[in-house]
């Protein structure tokens, strides 16, 4: 059973029809536990009364940037802070491009634009609004800082039209917000993929490797590593849902292959870079896969005997091919965005730097492996984009929200 208990919720009201649903969610929110705190923007105003909001959440209700009472009591940068999350719903076109655009002309952008607490918008307009570019870039941009996403729905509107752009139902964001706050965000966060859909990637095509390599030694032996491929086959999965069309290249895993990728079974490194090179041209390469550095050298035909000699206990090793460098630097059809992981356990950022400027690719996604983490095999993540632009250290989240990220970070690269 989800639920909110202890949890603060700073619900952002925006000027649309859908904004009386905002006070069912009031009262689910309450249900499940939380304490909500409402901030009503003007045109929010111009749909809902301060004095329902207020009689609901049980609590004043913020509605003025310079209310110096407000201000004496509580400033809004220490509003925007005391919450667990801050929610904005309706998200109306306007207020999204706001934020993304970092305006603070009011107190509702102003909290967004200062606050460093995690967001969660819940969209609502009419669906030519919806589908257009502008909106459209918009959510990339929100969704490639990280910012939460539930719905629109697909229905009938206020306005008479149909299509995407329904604020969806009070429980499914008051379902998709205790999912976020307790760590099990992979399901909101495919489902709102699935819902909105905004397809940033249709049209585009890009190859994930992920897993570890298997390096044989003899026919029943084999060098392995800890690598469950969870987070390559997360990104597969975010970047078949933003629409892309995704070659998955894999090591041995456990793992389902995610709906909509083809995916090339490989063992070794080689057989990984045969699959990867045959999988191009592509917009984008993801190396997500924790390649073996080395082989060995002369494998066995036959099972190698415990009582063959010295010689069965030495392993000879050769280099393996560099997958993310060979395509980095491919002089001939080399993809417009090259993208690799840095597993480290010590200097994290100065080794990922390095390994940028080694490999020859756009970014490295750097993060920490060393025991304690529970990042090898784990659900989590905790990442630092490392770019020409310098580095972006993103909140631990789950491996689905990394990846979910990165697909929009991707798409917002691939349509700049
Ligand atoms: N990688 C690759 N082919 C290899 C080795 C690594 O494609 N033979 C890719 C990984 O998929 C990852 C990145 O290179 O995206 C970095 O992998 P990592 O193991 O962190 O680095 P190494 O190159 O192995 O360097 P080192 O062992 O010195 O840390």
Redesign the pocket.
Known sequence: MLTLTGKRILLIIGGGVAAYKSLLLIRELQRMGASVRCVLTAAGAEFVTPLSVGALSGDKVYQQLFDLTAEAEMGHIELSRSADLLVVAPATADLMAKMANGLAGDLASTLLLATDTPVMIAPSMNVRMWEHPATQQNLRTLRARGIQTVGPDEGDMACGEYGFGRVAEPEVIADAIARHLSGQARVATDQTLAISGPQGLRGKRIVV?SGPTHEPIDPVRYIANRSSGKQGHAIAAALAAEGAEVVLVSGPTRLDTPAGCTLHAVET?EQ??AATMGALPADAVV???????YRVGAVSENKLKKDTGTDARTLSLVE???????VSRLADGRPPLV??????TEQVIP?ARA?RDR?G?DW?LANDVSTGTGTFGGDDNQVTLVSEHGEDAWPRMTKAEVAARLAAKIAEALTA
Do not use: R, S, Y
């Open positions: 490797t490194a990984m870079l190396c997500a896969a924790a390649v073996a550095d393996n091919p560099d997958i993310l460098k060979t993208i690799g992981f840095a597993a480290e080794h390994k490999k690719c490295i």
